[in-house]
């Protein structure tokens, strides 16, 4: 088998206006979706997030893979890694890095055509189940009125409650958990994760403590200030938080800051800010910066460095979950397949994918029961991209106008002059 054709088409998915440290989401959120076709008519699917550098290079990579068998993934690895830039991750909270962004693609959509070709789910290729459903966490944001761009496909209207907290602002601990209340009853999540930055501390503290009061101690909540805080603010937050949080994700920046707020605050503190790379690892042993990593295939390049991950939060004592950005089902269901080989995953996954239900591209979107999704058991990914929605998706992304992720200059159209601060708190 050899890849005969790779296809590689940005997509734009409504986003609602959704707040964090960097500021605000805009109408869409972009994406990539790349299309491995082989000579014998199979096809393999990958996603990431979309920018104009990770759009150029991997239409340039792409042009250097013809020809190559999809099982040697060292061979194409050797290839890309003749084409990568160094780049760095940035201090925004998402992750820039192209290189690994296009490995993880291509990498993905390798696997998918793997299984494809002999007919077994991508879960086995990675070392068969660990788990037969993937427990996922709910994912709160703090945000503005509107659910976002142009709904293409028409949103499932029959979840109760739900779609009335998408259009509502949710800004203050009320509304925070009204719209924890209207998610879990949809979905059945079983843990609560709050993306905070976005206001003073106090604020995000006392949603937390309301969430408590509403859930009751048997729920497990995390919160996420996406690294803007003081060492002192995020020491002074903790405290009120200890027996509360289950793990308290970047309140700082920086291992060595992550450290002394470990050592002071009783809570296990988790990342994907301070260690996002192998580069990071040996930083994170000498100075024990956190108590748990949080794994993302796109942004640590494919399932095999993901899985090589897992090996060193094993060895090294880490508790080990997974972060999650606005996606697709491609990437759902490679995460799921991921989630599923990791013997050792020992929190909930991040899922961004309640903000883009009913906006996906896949035939039959995958399905969450009691906050689980069943890992598929059809050949590779166990997908099927409706052509028609990616082609709609594409329109999309060609009519809105957005080319690159940007959240400062959205948030600057609701607060003339706002400004991103790396620490603001």
């Given at each position: 088998m050899r890849i005969r054709e790779i296809h590689v088409t940005p997509v734009a998915v409504p986003d609602?206006?959704?707040?964090?440290?960097?500021?605000?989401?805009?109408?869409?959120?972009?994406?990539?979706?790349?299309?491995?076709?082989?000579?014998?008519?199979?096809?393999?699917?990958?996603?990431?997030?979309?920018?104009?550098?990770?759009?150029?290079?991997?239409q340039q990579a792409a042009d250097h893979l013809i020809g190559l068998d999809p099982w040697r993934l060292n061979a194409i690895d050797?290839?890309?890694?003749?084409?990568?830039?160094?780049?760095?991750?940035?201090?925004?909270?998402?992750?820039?890095?192209?290189?690994?962004?296009?490995?993880?693609?291509?990498?993905?959509?390798?696997?998918?055509?793997?299984?494809?070709?002999?007919?077994?789910?991508?879960?086995?290729l990675l070392g068969g189940p660990a788990r037969e459903r993937v427990p996922f966490s709910a994912y709160l944001f703090y945000k503005y009125e509107g659910a976002g761009g142009e709904f293409g496909f028409g949103r499932d209207d029959s979840a109760r409650g739900w779609c009335a907290a998408r259009q509502e602002a949710a800004l203050d601990p009320e509304g925070v958990v009204a719209q924890a209340e209207a998610m879990v009853e949809h979905y059945g999540f079983q843990s609560i994760k709050l993306k905070g930055g976005a206001f003073e501390p106090q604020r995000e503290v006392d949603a937390i403590l309301a969430l408590r009061e509403a859930f009751g101690p048997e729920m497990p909540l995390r919160l996420d200030p996406n690294a803007i805080w003081r060492v002192d603010t995020a020491i002074a937050a903790g405290k009120q938080l200890e027996g509360v949080?289950?793990?308290?994700?970047?309140?700082?920046?920086?291992?060595?800051?992550?450290?002394?707020?470990?050592?002071?605050?009783?809570?296990?503190?988790?990342?994907?800010?301070?260690?996002?790379?192998?580069?990071?690892?040996?930083?994170?042993?000498?100075?024990?910066?956190?108590?748990?990593?949080?794994?993302?295939?796109?942004?640590?390049?494919?399932?095999?460095?993901?899985?090589?991950?897992?090996?060193?939060?094993?060895?090294?004592?880490?508790?080990?979950?997974?972060?999650?950005?606005?996606?697709?089902?491609?990437?759902l269901a490679a995460m799921t397949h991921l989630a599923a080989a990791v013997p050792n995953l020992t929190y909930d996954c991040d899922s961004h994918y309640p903000w883009q239900d009913g906006c996906d591209l896949l035939a039959e979107p995958l399905q969450f029961k009691d906050g689980a999704i069943a890992v598929p058991s059809a050949a590779g990914l166990g997908i099927e991209v409706d052509r028609e929605r990616l082609a709609q998706l594409h329109r999309q992304y060609l009519k809105c106008g957005l080319t690159e992720r940007d959240d400062e200059i959205e948030m600057q159209k609701v607060q003339p002059g706002w400004t991103f601060q790396a620490t603001r708190w």
């Open positions: 609602p206006p959704l707040l964090n440290a960097a500021g605000l989401h805009a109408p869409y959120a972009l994406r990539i979706i790349v299309e491995i076709v082989s000579d014998d008519g199979l096809s393999g699917w990958g996603e990431i997030p979309c920018s104009d550098a990770t759009l150029a290079a991997l050797a290839a890309l890694q003749t084409l990568a830039k160094p780049d760095e991750r940035g201090a925004n909270p998402w992750d820039q890095r192209t290189g690994v962004h296009v490995l993880s693609a291509i990498e993905v959509a390798c696997y998918d055509l793997m299984g494809a070709s002999i007919g077994r789910p991508v879960v086995d949080l289950e793990y308290y994700e970047d309140p700082v920046r920086g291992q060595a800051n992550m450290a002394t707020v470990a050592r002071a605050v009783d809570i296990p503190l988790a990342t994907n800010m301070c260690t996002t790379s192998f580069a990071d690892l040996p930083g994170s042993v000498a100075h024990q910066s956190e108590a748990i990593i949080l794994s993302d295939h796109h942004f640590w390049g494919g399932f095999r460095a993901s899985l090589d991950l897992a090996r060193f939060c094993k060895i090294f004592g880490r508790g080990m979950s997974m972060h999650s950005n606005s996606h697709l089902g491609i990437s």
